[in-house]
């Protein structure tokens, strides 16, 4: 027996069976996007390691290797766990690996035979991480994080950058395998925000290149890897035009992509294409919430079975279009006008506009039942609300039902 | 193979073995709030069914039948079939019951024997439940909720409410139990909160009162619920004091006081101890997330490895206490002074006091790999990031592994 929220097992069409609310992933747009984002990466000369924490959804890290992905990136150990348990081998840990239970994690991957990659800014840190992998008869590969003053993680400047490698040099069970960076957190409130990007990009260039002259690169080829879902175009450009020389290989993770957004990710998109004005079209948001009108108490206002706990609430959720329930295939109903105005844990306040809630002669007024397609900023926030989502196709029939594993 | 975050399938002890983060219940706290609200019900000679919505977590579900309460409150169909799964045969499902694959699932409950009632407030969704349950030859039990003007769902006056109750009753398959509310909803922001709840309160005794008069409660005992977890004291007294006769029982429903919390429900309780003050002790905060730092960057900063995935985000979550890597049974250390001023999905940023991370003569100074205590605000939405919690005791000892069933 399924136990979940949101359990699609009886439901041949969001509209027809499906327990609303229930996250859904379109497959044309994610189609789209999947192809988009890895001809970008290939056009780039960069390997693509998208960040699989958005998802968390080993079916999506599968499309993605399909794709033509390189490996799947990941935020934490039991992520990284999780998706090696789905098959993924190759796994870039894009954050400081603490902990002992969490050393414990991957050390198991990597005597399972998977290659990982995790991200040091500490002395401490490479001591503990080498005094535990060697005491296994285990290698690690780490890659030295580059920050920035008032970011979050990472070594500010290039002198503790090679200290840092020298330290790892003392640590036979450690490999230096590259330089890692997050552009997201460079401060961007400037009035050159791509200025700031591009220069931060340039210092990880300038930080891998000290490093080869200083001899501290061990692997055949080094990575050299950043770029979030908003600025990797400039990244990735920056990357593609440094000369790296054979040794390092420029690695893009962006995750968001995979299914886009209808807010946060959809403006940084508009950035994209104005500086990149060869690329044609871009991303497709990809991801809705559907859920029901439960209520109208009162003249203009809707209460929505939708709250926190099923949709990122970074901001407010995006009415997109209404369905009658019980009637698939019908044509979708306005819902020009409506506004989400508050989230609860389980509810949506939904302001609507005059007249919408009238008994109207078209027939398009709001009924109690009536289904409605939300858009949210910020896809992480709302996977993770869900141990279900289900794919499907532009007619909304469920072609799959997709497992999380947060 | 575990492929969640924060399984605790290799620990003994919070600080020994336990991947992190991860969120923990205290043993001793929880028990204490299990007979704090318990004996308020009573006391009030109300019912008890808890909120279940807060932490979906089927042991404690059991605890709390085991304290005393009559039944558990959820938010959701999916929720309900979650708590029946796990053996609740009564629940209060205190939200409209719309969407046919909804209904199928408490359809399905009701065949298997489950006592479920479930809350209407439109002639649209009467009439909708009527034929649904009619077809299938079971009968709902349904209460009237009373809501509030400029409030979420619920008939905003008495005459609605005699006329839902008239249209219950045109439906052979459902059968009208009684009354429900959610003084949550009611507008406080005036200099007298207290009294605006009072005010809630008594309409719903008048409306109960009328039903009862017009003839229309069906139910041998019918119920009158409210409450949530900030002003349940003010509910339980006008119910308890009203003169309801033989008809009507009060049925309490706060879920968040299972653990408490150190953000919204402590400030809350202040003002119930003040209202009540033959309540000695009031209730104790019995949930928190423990996480590493992972990154000392720069003088005043921590990176701790948690992040809006792992704790909830209404408010900051507040550092309450250190405890040194490795060494179950060790004291904790001080947190004076920090605070988290930024999270991220999986970061927390935490501003350290000057001399924080110095390496001082005292030996308390912060180090790579210090884990953290953490208390947050509003429990649902910490709860809803874990698919298992662990309930430890004092000595961070775990005792149980509790999965959650979001």
Same mark, same amino acid.
């Not at 497709?284 to 079975?305: C, I, R, T, Y």
């Given at each position: 027996m399924h136990t979940d929220k949101g359990t699609i097992e009886?439901?041949?069409?969001?509209?027809?069976?499906?327990?609303?609310?229930?996250?859904?992933?379109?497959?044309?747009?994610?189609?789209?996007?999947?192809?988009?984002?890895?001809?970008?990466?290939?056009?780039?000369?960069?390997?693509?390691?998208?960040?699989?924490?958005?998802?968390?959804?080993?079916?999506?890290?599968?499309?993605?290797?399909?794709?033509?992905?390189?490996?799947?990136?990941?935020?934490?150990?039991?992520?990284? +766990?999780?998706?090696?348990?789905?098959?993924?081998?190759?796994?870039?840990?894009?954050?400081?690996?603490?902990?002992?239970?969490?050393?414990?994690?991957?050390?198991?991957?990597?005597?399972?035979?998977?290659?990982?990659?995790?991200? @040091?800014?500490?002395?401490?840190?490479?001591?503990?991480?080498?005094?535990?992998?060697?005491?296994?008869?285990? +290698?690690? +590969?780490?890659?030295?994080?580059?920050?920035?003053?008032?970011?979050?993680?990472?070594?500010?400047?290039?002198?503790?950058?090679?200290?840092?490698?020298?330290?790892?040099?003392?640590?036979?069970?450690?490999?230096?395998?590259?330089?890692?960076?997050?552009?997201?957190?460079?401060?961007?409130?400037?009035?050159?925000?791509?200025?700031?990007?591009?220069?931060?990009?340039?210092?990880?260039?300038?930080?891998?290149?000290?490093?080869?002259?200083?001899?501290?690169?061990?692997?055949?080829?080094?990575?050299?890897?950043?770029?979030?879902?908003?600025?990797?175009?400039?990244?990735?450009?920056?990357?593609?035009?440094?000369?790296?020389?054979?040794?390092?290989?420029?690695?893009?993770?962006?995750?968001?992509?995979?299914?886009?957004?209808?807010?946060?990710?959809?403006?940084?998109?508009?950035?994209?294409?104005?500086?990149?004005?060869?690329?044609?079209?871009?991303?497709?948001?990809?991801?809705?919430?559907?859920?029901?009108?439960?209520?109208?108490?009162?003249?203009?206002?809707?209460?929505?079975?939708?709250?926190?706990?099923?949709?990122?609430a970074d901001r407010m959720p995006e009415p997109l279009?209404?369905?009658?329930?019980?009637?698939?295939?019908?044509?979708?109903?306005?819902?020009?006008?409506?506004?989400?105005?508050?989230?609860?844990?389980?509810?949506?306040?939904?302001?609507?506009?005059?007249?919408?809630?009238?008994?109207?002669?078209?027939?398009?007024?709001?009924?109690?039942?009536?289904?409605?397609?939300?858009?949210?900023?910020?896809?992480?926030?709302?996977?993770?609300?869900?141990? +279900?989502?289900?794919? @499907?196709?532009?007619?909304?029939?469920?072609?799959?039902?997709?497992?999380?594993?947060?």
């Amino acid at each position: 027996m399924h136990t979940d929220k949101g359990t699609i097992e009886t439901g041949p069409n969001l509209l027809d069976g499906v327990s609303l609310p229930a996250a859904a992933v379109f497959e044309p747009a994610l189609a789209h996007n999947l192809a988009w984002m890895q001809a970008f990466a290939d056009a780039h000369g960069a390997r693509f390691a998208p960040h699989g924490k958005t998802t968390m959804t080993p079916a999506l890290f599968k499309r993605q290797l399909e794709a033509g992905a390189w490996g799947i990136t990941l935020a934490t150990a039991p992520q990284c +766990r999780a998706a090696f348990a789905h098959g993924i081998r190759r796994l870039l840990m894009a954050n400081q690996l603490i902990g002992e239970p969490n050393m414990a994690i991957i050390a198991e991957l990597i005597a399972q035979g998977g290659e990982v990659y995790c991200v @040091v800014d500490s002395a401490a840190n490479v001591e503990h991480l080498g005094r535990y992998f060697a005491a296994r008869g285990l +290698r690690l +590969r780490v890659l030295i994080e580059l920050g920035v003053a008032g970011g979050r993680c990472g070594c500010r400047d290039l002198e503790q950058v090679l200290a840092l490698a020298e330290g790892i040099h003392r640590q036979p069970a450690l490999a230096l395998a590259g330089l890692e960076g997050y552009e997201g957190v460079v401060s961007v409130d400037g009035s050159e925000p791509a200025a700031a990007i591009r220069a931060y990009g340039r210092r990880m260039v300038e930080a891998a290149q000290a490093l080869e002259e200083a001899g501290l690169i061990e692997a055949e080829t080094a990575l050299i890897t950043a770029s979030g879902s908003a600025w990797y175009d400039l990244i990735a450009k920056v990357f593609h035009e440094a000369s790296l020389g054979a040794r390092f290989v420029p690695v893009l993770r962006p995750g968001c992509y995979v299914v886009h957004d209808h807010g946060l990710y959809r403006e940084a998109q508009i950035g994209v294409l104005k500086r990149q004005p060869t690329l044609k079209q871009g991303l497709l948001p990809a991801l809705e919430v559907f859920a029901q009108v439960q209520s109208l108490p009162e003249p203009g206002l809707a209460v929505v079975a939708m709250g926190k706990r099923d949709i990122g609430a970074d901001r407010m959720p995006e009415p997109l279009r209404r369905y009658r329930e019980g009637g698939p295939g019908a044509p979708a109903l306005s819902v020009a006008g409506w506004e989400v105005v508050k989230l609860m844990d389980q509810h949506a306040f939904v302001r609507l506009p005059a007249d919408a809630d009238a008994d109207g002669s078209d027939g398009d007024e709001v009924r109690i039942g009536d289904i409605v397609a939300f858009g949210a900023s910020h896809p992480c926030l709302t996977f993770d609300k869900w141990r +279900r989502v289900c794919r @499907v196709d532009a007619a909304l029939n469920v072609i799959e039902d997709m497992p999380t594993c947060f």
